[in-house]
């Protein structure tokens, strides 16, 4: 960012919350919290390589406020072994964001 600050736009991190709340556990939200919220450009979604859901163990609530707060285009990758769960994380993720479901 000192040497070509217009280039910062173009790269950053695309967040595992998983990876992210295994490591850190009970710093979970600490630790998120420390990352600029222009570095983030994308998000692994997932539990265990299965459907989030509320009371599973990461503060989803305040994990999406964060990035409903975000202000730029986000990749948002439900990570899920089977593809067939994939629309209920699509669909998780859409309530979350309180968005519109069109699928």
Known sequence: MQHDPELA????????????????????LFSFHQIPP???????IHRL??????????PWPEVFAIIAGIE???????????????AGVI???????NLPYDF
Do not use: W
């Open 9 to 28: 736009d173009s790269f950053g991190i695309v967040l595992d919350i998983q990876q992210l709340s295994t490591v850190t556990r009970q710093d979970f």
């Open 49 to 58: 390589h299965r459907p989030p859901k509320i009371g599973d163990g990461i």
């Open 38 to 44: 222009r570095c983030l450009k994308g998000f692994h």
């Open 72 to 86: 730029h285009n986000l990749i948002i990758n439900p990570e899920i072994h089977h593809n067939n769960q994939v």
């Open 91 to 97: 669909g998780f993720c859409k309530e979350m964001l």
